[in-house]
């Protein structure tokens, strides 16, 4: 009676041990994910979203000589969908408005160094500076719609969107919802705005996204639940801290935590500002 009852228990021990998921499958996968937001770079002067082509290159170096690795917007969409994998030490490199002097100054730098940018472009500047001809001063442009064509279909450089006509301080603060507008009122402003954009990137340049970066870093849950059912996956905002992503939870792209670059900064300051080594 013993003997059967000891290998009674080593059977049931042998299936259970093989029934039971190893640590390494049952283990999350979380990865810290720092994102900064850059605007203009220019090399006439420097101001709180204004960066020299100079401080630029060495972010990119500093990153590089510590071990980072740059990766769209794109790629944390695929991780947190549980289709994609990240580097050890991913950082995304964003910049809001769509600022030709990113083409200028900026897309040579990029490529030298293979780093990757995420571009959110303003549809009303970009058109603007296409239809008037005054496309090419680093001061003030804007990207053309052939500029992001080309941009997209860069290694390096990927497109979101930054509304086409919303970013302004009024008669709304960014996308928010006037005081005065209903749900459905709102979600057909909001809807006809980013869908304008949209329908500009398919007919001029080929391609739609769905990244979306909210201008002023502005949202609410009427506006994520509008921009989500369009199509949009990912949601840049301007509140500041790194982003704990999990393989296979989309529910953090929600909100994807910025850190602005300011010009005011030296690079080496503005690291341990933001306090990533």
Known sequence: MK?????????????SFRNT????????????????????ILKSRKGEYIVSPDDLKNDLLWLKNHGYESIFVSDLIKYCEG???LPQKPVVI????????????????????????????????????????DFDNPNYSHLTWEEIKLLQENDFFEIGNHTYNMHNFEPRYG???????????????????????????????????????????????DSYKILSSLGFKAFLTCNEGLNYL??????KLKTLKR?????????????????IE
């Not at 003997?3 to 299936?15: A, E, G, H, P």
């Not at 057909?188 to 869908?195: A, F, I, Q, R």
């Not at 304008?196 to 391609?207: A, N, R, S, V, Y």
């Not at 850190?259 to 306090?275: A, C, L, P, Q, V």
Request: charged share 25%.
């Open 21 to 40: 998921p190893s640590s390494n499958c049952i283990a999350q996968e979380v990865v810290t994910v720092p994102i900064l937001m850059y605007h203009s």
């Open 175 to 221: 996308i928010g919802k006037k005081t005065n507008e209903n749900f459905e009122e709102y979600k057909k402003n909001l809807t006809d705005d980013v869908e304008k954009l949209e329908k500009c990137f398919k007919d001029k340049c080929g391609f739609t996204t769905n990244i979306f970066a909210y201008p002023f870093g502005k949202y609410s849950d």
């Open 246 to 251: 999990t393989k296979g939870d989309s529910s």
């Open 94 to 133: 964003t910049f809001d408005d769509g600022h030709y002097n990113n083409y200028y100054y900026a897309k040579p730098i990029f490529e030298e160094l293979k780093f990757k940018a995420t571009i959110n472009i303003v549809g009303s500047y970009t058109e603007f500076s296409t239809s008037s001809g």
């Open 259 to 275: 850190y602005n670059r300011s010009g005011f900064y030296t690079t080496e300051d503005f690291f341990k500002h933001i306090g």
């Open 83 to 85: 289709t994609g994998d």
């Open 3 to 15: 003997k059967f009852l000891s290998i009674l228990f080593l059977i049931v021990s042998l299936f």
